[in-house]
């Protein structure tokens, strides 16, 4: 059973920054695409960033620039470095694992085929 557990997250200041980690168990981490995702009060979920088997990495526009997604194979950990932070970042940040091949698909595929974490809270205050 895929079992996937964010910390990291908390409040923060406007400009300040986070470090949220996602430690994974039960698949063959190495082989799998992972992504950041958020969600806030009364908007839809979000991708964030994901990274892929092959280590490649893809933003979306809210995190690009400011945002660093990385893994860990050696301890099954997803990171995103947060930084330059906004209050409209305020959000539940939830990290996901797909098999590769859905991996640049849109939200709708990975809300239907990958393994979720339980979420995180970040608030940005201003």
């Known amino acids: 059973q895929v079992q996937l557990v964010e910390s990291g997250g908390g409040s923060v200041q406007s400009g300040g920054s986070l470090r949220l980690s996602c430690a994974a168990s039960?698949?063959?981490?190495?082989?799998?695409?992972m992504g950041w995702f958020r969600q806030a009060p009364g908007k839809e979920r979000e991708r964030v960033a994901i990274v892929g088997s092959d280590v490649s990495t893809r933003y979306d526009d809210a995190a690009a620039g400011r945002f660093t997604i990385s893994r860990d194979n050696a301890k099954a950990t997803l990171i995103l470095h947060m930084s330059s932070l906004k209050p409209e970042d305020t959000a539940m940040y939830y990290c996901a694992a797909i098999e590769p091949i859905y991996c640049g698909e849109p939200y709708r595929l990975w809300a239907e085929y990958a393994s979720w974490g339980q979420g995180i809270q970040v608030t940005v205050s201003s």
């Open positions: 039960g698949l063959t981490f190495s082989k799998f695409c």
